[in-house]
């Protein structure tokens, strides 16, 4: 940027320029407070701190000018800078100043810190705030009269600032201060707003406005501001533009209904208390309010104050103010006009006895008695006729009530058995509140059809409910045991389930299959089912290039009643799709089609599921990704796409998380969800996350199959193995076992010593799985659990049953290579070459067999070969051939210079050290386990030491082959092997976590 | 600026290894910036006392070794704001789920809920963030215009408080030339000279954020002031 550039470089200007200009040079006081101009802080001396929020901070001071005590309220230092919090805070100020009111508390001046920050002074208030004095009351009936006398002030401050359009917006007891001198005032103005001219509340007084923030900071759309439980419903959904006087006169009504019940309207903990003012939750407060002891005019103003329309509140505070005076003054008057009449009536009778005369006394007597008798006939036909029209009322509110909760209890899905018994327990005890009336009034008893009506519905469908619920539980587990049990196995609990629903697919017609589900409560959940009875009957996803022919006709069968069951046309394309030749290329088609953007979700969720049965889970995942933005209001949408993720290969552990504690946000009280999260965090290595979370679905559903295996999955990682052990035992027989759950118990068992169960167990489960990995994965086990001959004969037995697939090769092998015979190892590794670890086993099997060379020479001479990788190979031959004292001392030998050190570690040698020496030590050698069991801690001390040096995914696999290791995880359990240097380093392993931003 | 100093990514490189002058500039850049997204995300919360210390902590969560800036890549095409955004919220996330922590373990049983229980809106925040920045870009593009004005006489001075006047006080050339008894013609010539200087300013403050090509810089100019 030269003098002698003369013209514009070029024509490039961006849209908006100006704009920029403007904010480029923007006058940057405008933001900040102005400089103190003058010295007003020194007009005070500064005392003691009364209390402090999130905004200023209040403390005591001495006017030194006027001589006198006042509150100082200043900006927190941190706020000085930030410009819409100055606003607010000389808002507060300037409302506060501008209204003057007995019942508002005065602000006597404003102005700036030294160091720019600003502060208000105000009247001193020596007491407690109404909100303690009301906890100080010993039921709602204590002092009653006091405290609406109290209300009745609040409500006429409130009225005076509605006057001068100033809402107050944060009406709570904690924000009235009682004085010792029985001085009223409302205080805490700051989240105060004016109405701008032209809004309701006519006869407003010329007050000066504040200006609103031009960045909206001040009273933002959308912002939540208040208190919830005395918040209306407008104002806890954030329509800030709705919010007028009669969100004050909403919480001046949560305010009386606090006096009068004890509670304001929404109680509970601060979600569900959000939550009902967000969804305006007014049934709890209405019948606390029913059955308070209060007044009925009372009872009504409050609940007309708590009105969830605000068309249907008193239009202002002073409607409110003018009411509960108008009581109190009735109330006086009755007062006084019992004692006026107690009083005449005494004078009366004084006025009797002087007259004493005879011939007058039974006449007198006979008037008076007839008189008394008369006006008590009336004013007790009175009383009746009052009586019983109020209790008619009364039946018809709770009638009106129950009703609803019935219609909505009817409404809820089958899903949910703890929010249908919930639901029809309050229905039960509502309709047993309506009877209570009518039992009170016999007269009433031409309402009594009424009730018996409604008790019958009531009966039934709570019984059809339920009887819902336990269907669709039913219905809903079956696709799930496809994995598990053969296919005839899960169509016979389809079929048995369907029979006790009244469907029996054998003997009823379409057309009466059809009107038996079209017409009841479970119809969807029916459609969804049969759909999967159906494709589990012909085996649909056996055939994904299409259904045999002869399959093909009952299928079609299945789908055209289903066609009439849910005839969305969506639906029916899908399942089409699935008879189709080329089923699953079909399905693809209808998932990349151009019309899945216009897809409901529950469409989405069918076409995913069905994706994922025909094995195109990764296309169900592509599927809700894509769809995410639409749904993702949806906590099925979420929990899916995490449930998902976690099925992949690789599984998307990370992701998966992501969008479990999206559901778990949406829906803390789904324990799934928690299960779901707590499986990702634990495959993450966040143990103590995983744990926090399944402890979390416990507390949910203490009894659920899933949240009792996710915590004993974690407690397992945590090493408190007896507590997992229990939860282990109390899941078995519930279920049958997945297998990586049959084999994670038998790994328990086996490290609890327990080896016979845990062979037991692992044998038992073999037979049951259809897929050939678990089958790999529990042979290794039982390799692992020994002796070798015996794994080796199961390994045979085994591969030959499957044909001898490459993946069970492996296991077989290792177990000819734990009894040294290499050479048929090697053979056995070669004959399955397309499998990765064979290649990586057979090169070990070559190797050793080259280092039985050195093991001649180690074992004539004690000579080592002079290559660490060579060291290395002789000592695991040594321990392959159970000369644990011989391979120890090669160990020994690798590692005892530092260099020599470093390069094992490298390599990997140090752990492998370690288990040589624990094993030794667990063979029983007493003498062995003092000298060699320090030694194995050290060496893995010295790998741990080092974790910081290795990139997060080795030093993730160092932990994870730790902890997983059974041989490492005996020297958690304690016994023989227990150790306090142990635990310290488990301490440590434990706490790794792999860092993500790596 | 700095002009042995090339890119933004160098400066908090240096920052992170430990240069105090780095540090310093990196905190006088870019607090007012953090602590006015967090003030705004914790507004009304008892979470608004922690700013100070979140801010501390966004700060040592971009100098730490293996810290945030590990993580991304120097380069052109990423947007060192985006990488900022991303440390401060999740710096803001951990002190909300901190508290959150606190609050279920201290229970205290009241039923009045705590309004820091509702969530943050990521969207708003990001805009208001977003907005933000683009202000401090486009001050410091000001300022820097205003420094080269200082070295370069009263003339560039002069245009550089024509465009204050301009967009600062709102006045039209004509009253400013008025104003300083100047012939209006002359002044519009001096006023399409001081936006480019002020393009020229910017475009250099750009290219501290983003090396690269001048097309670049440009693209990112025009986002910028979109975000306004």
Redesign the interface.
């Known amino acids: 940027m030269t003098e002698d550039r003369n013209l514009p470089q070029d024509d490039w200007e961006p849209t908006g320029f100006d704009d920029a200009l403007r904010a480029a040079f923007a006058d940057p006081r405008a933001a900040t407070p102005p400089d103190p101009s003058r010295n007003e802080r020194d007009r005070y001396q500064i005392g003691e701190e009364l209390g402090r929020g999130g905004v200023g901070v209040v403390r005591q001071g001495e006017d030194l000018t006027l001589e006198r005590t006042v509150a100082v309220k200043t900006l927190h230092r941190l706020h000085a800078r930030n410009p819409a919090m100055v606003q607010r805070f000389l808002r507060e100020a300037r409302i506060g100043g501008r209204l003057q009111h007995p019942g508002i508390v005065p602000i006597y001046d404003m102005g700036f810190e030294d160091g720019g920050e600003p502060f208000f002074t105000m009247r001193l208030l020596e007491g407690q705030s109404l909100a303690e004095h009301l906890k100080g009351r010993r039921d709602p009936e204590h002092d009653l009269s006091r405290f609406l006398k109290i209300f009745e002030q609040v409500c006429q401050a409130i009225a005076y600032a509605h006057s001068r359009q100033v809402l107050h917006r944060d009406l709570k007891p904690e924000n009235v201060m009682l004085g010792q001198f029985g001085e009223v005032q409302v205080v805490d103005w700051g989240f105060a707003k004016i109405l701008t001219e032209g809004s309701e509340a006519p006869g407003a007084e010329g007050l000066p406005e504040v200006p609103e923030d031009a960045s909206g900071a001040v009273s933002q759309p959308g912002s939540v501001m208040g208190t919830p439980a005395y918040m209306s419903p407008e104002q806890a959904q954030g329509k800030l533009d709705e919010v007028d006087l009669r969100a004050d006169v909403f919480a001046l009504g949560s305010m009386l209904c606090e006096i009068l019940t004890g509670s304001p309207v929404y109680r509970g903990d601060s979600r569900s208390t959000l939550i009902a003012a967000t969804n305006a939750r007014l049934e709890d407060a209405w019948e606390r309010l029913e059955h308070c002891a209060a007044d009925a005019a009372l009872v009504s103003l409050a609940q007309r104050c708590l009105a969830k329309d605000p068309e249907e509140r008193p239009a202002d505070a002073s409607r409110v103010a003018a009411e509960v005076e108008q009581y109190l003054t009735s109330m006086a008057e009755r007062t006084h006009q019992a004692e006026l009449s107690a009083a005449e009536a005494r004078g009366k009778a004084s006025e009797e006895v002087r007259r004493r005369r005879v011939t007058f006394w039974l006449a007198a007597c006979i008037v008076l008695i007839t008189a008394v008798a008369g006006t008590w006939w009336m004013r007790n036909q009175r009383q009746r006729d009052e009586r019983l029209a109020d209790a008619r009322t009364r039946f018809e509110l709770r009638y009106q009530l129950t009703t609803e909760r019935l219609s909505a209890a009817e409404e809820l899905p089958p899903n949910n058995r703890e929010a249908l018994e919930l639901s029809w327990n309050e229905v039960e005890s509502r309709l047993e509140h309506t009877a209570e009336v009518l039992t009170a009034h016999p007269e009433l008893d031409t309402l009594e059809s009424r009730l018996a009506e409604l008790r019958t519905r009531m009966t039934n469908a709570k019984s059809e409910s339920l009887e819902g619920n336990r269907l669709y539980t039913q219905l809903e587990e079956l696709p799930a045991l496809w994995v598990i049990l053969p296919m005839e196995e899960v169509a016979e609990k389809f079929r048995e389930t369907f029979l006790s629903a009244g469907l029996d697919f054998d003997t009823m017609s379409e057309q009466a299959l059809i009107e038996r589900m079209v017409n009841s409560r479970l119809r969807m959940v029916f459609a969804d089912a049969m759909f999967a009875y159906a494709r589990t009957e012909v085996e649909t996803m056996r055939h994904p290039n299409g259904l045999p022919e002869e399959e093909r006709t009952r299928y079609q069968k299945w789908l055209r009643i289903l066609a009439s069951v849910d005839p969305d046309p969506v639906r029916v394309r899908i399942r089409a799709a699935t008879m189709k030749n080329g089923s699953r290329q079909a399905l693809l088609e209808i998932a990349q089609g151009p019309g899945i953007d216009e897809f409901e979700f529950r469409n989405i969720l069918y076409l995913g599921f069905i994706l994922a049965d025909f094995g195109e889970l990764e296309e169900s995942v592509h599927l809700f990704r894509s769809q995410y933005h639409r749904f993702s209001d949806q906590v099925e949408c979420s929990f899916q796409l995490g449930e998902w993720l976690t099925r992949t290969s690789p599984p998307q552990w990370e992701e998966a998380a992501r969008y479990y504690t999206a559901a778990v946000s949406a829906n803390p009280q789904d324990p799934a969800g928690w299960c779901g999260l707590s499986r990702c965090l634990r495959e993450s290595g966040e143990w103590l996350g995983a744990m926090n979370a399944a402890t979390k679905a416990r507390e949910l559903a203490p009894e659920l199959w899933k949240s009792r295996l996710e915590n004993a999955r974690c407690l397992d990682r945590l090493g408190d193995l007896a507590d997992a052990e229990k939860l282990y035992q109390s899941l078995e027989g519930d279920t049958p076992f997945p297998w990586e759950v049959t084999a994670e118990w038998a790994d328990l068992q086996g490290r609890l010593g327990d080896v016979v169960s845990a062979k037991e167990g692992l044998k038992e489960a073999l037979p049951r799985f259809r897929d050939v990995t678990p089958v790999a994965r529990i042979l290794e086990e039982l390799r692992q659990y020994g002796p070798p001959e015996e794994a080796e004969a199961i390994c045979e037995r085994v591969a030959t049953q499957w044909k001898q697939p490459a993946e069970l090769r492996i296991p077989w092998a290792r177990t000819l290579l734990d009894q040294g015979r290499y050479e048929e190892a090697l053979r056995m590794f070669r004959r399955a070459p397309d499998h990765p670890p064979s290649v990586e086993w057979a090169l070990h099997c070559r190797n050793l067999l080259l280092a039985e060379s050195h093991l001649t020479k180690f074992r004539e001479s004690g000579e080592l070969p002079t290559r660490l990788e060579e060291q290395t190979l002789l000592a695991q031959l040594l321990e392959y051939e159970n000369d644990w004292q011989s391979a120890l001392q090669v160990w020994d030998r690798c590692t005892r210079s530092p260099m020599a050190l470093r390069a094992a570690r490298r390599e990997g040698a140090l752990l492998d050290a370690a288990r040589t020496a624990l094993r030794f030590a667990q063979a029983g050698d007493r003498s062995a386990a003092e000298k060699w069991l320090p030694r194995a801690r050290q060496w893995v001390q010295w790998e741990v030491d080092h974790l910081a040096e290795l990139n997060t995914l080795q030093a993730s696999a160092l932990v994870r082959g730790l902890l997983r290791d059974p041989t490492f995880r005996a020297t958690r359990s304690g016994g023989l092997l227990a150790n306090g240097e142990w635990e310290d380093l488990w301490e440590r392993v434990l706490k790794f976590t792999p860092s993500r931003e790596n | 600026m700095d002009p042995s100093r090339s890119t933004c990514w160098t400066m908090i490189r240096s920052a992170s290894d430990g240069a105090a002058a780095d540090r310093d500039e990196f905190a006088r850049r870019y607090a ?1 910036l953090i ?2 997204y967090l ?2 995300r914790w ?4 979470l ?2 922690e ?2 210390d979140a801010l501390q902590e966004v700060f040592v969560e971009c100098f730490r070794n ?3 800036l ?2 991304v890549a120097p380069s052109a095409s990423h947007s060192f704001r985006s990488y900022l955004y991303g440390v401060v919220r999740n710096v803001a996330r951990r002190a909300e789920q901190r508290a959150a922590k606190q ?1 279920e373990r201290t229970g205290s049983g ?6 820091d ?3 943050a ?1 990521e969207e ?1 925040l990001s805009r208001e963030f977003d907005r933000n920045w ?2 401090s870009v ?2 410091e ?2 300022e820097l ?1 205003r420094r ?1 004005a200082e070295q ?2 009263t ?2 001075s002069r245009r550089w408080d024509l ?2 006047l ?3 006080n709102g006045m039209p050339i004509r009253e400013i030339a008025k104003q300083w008894e100047e012939d209006p013609a002359k002044l519009h010539h001096d006023y ?2 001081a ?8 475009l250099e403050v750009l290219a501290f954020y983003h090396p690269g090509a001048p097309a670049a810089a ?1 693209r990112e ?2 986002e ?3 975000l ?1």
């Open positions: 007012p602590r006015a003030a705004n507004k009304n919360s008892s608004s006392a700013v100070e293996q810290g945030a590990e993580g609050r009241s039923t009045t809920p705590h309004l229980a509702l969530p809106d708003t683009a202000q486009l001050r593009a000001s215009m080269h370069n006489g003339e560039t465009l204050r301009r967009f600062q399409a000279r936006r480019q200087e002020f393009k020229d300013a910017l440009k100019a025009e910028l002031i979109s306004l």
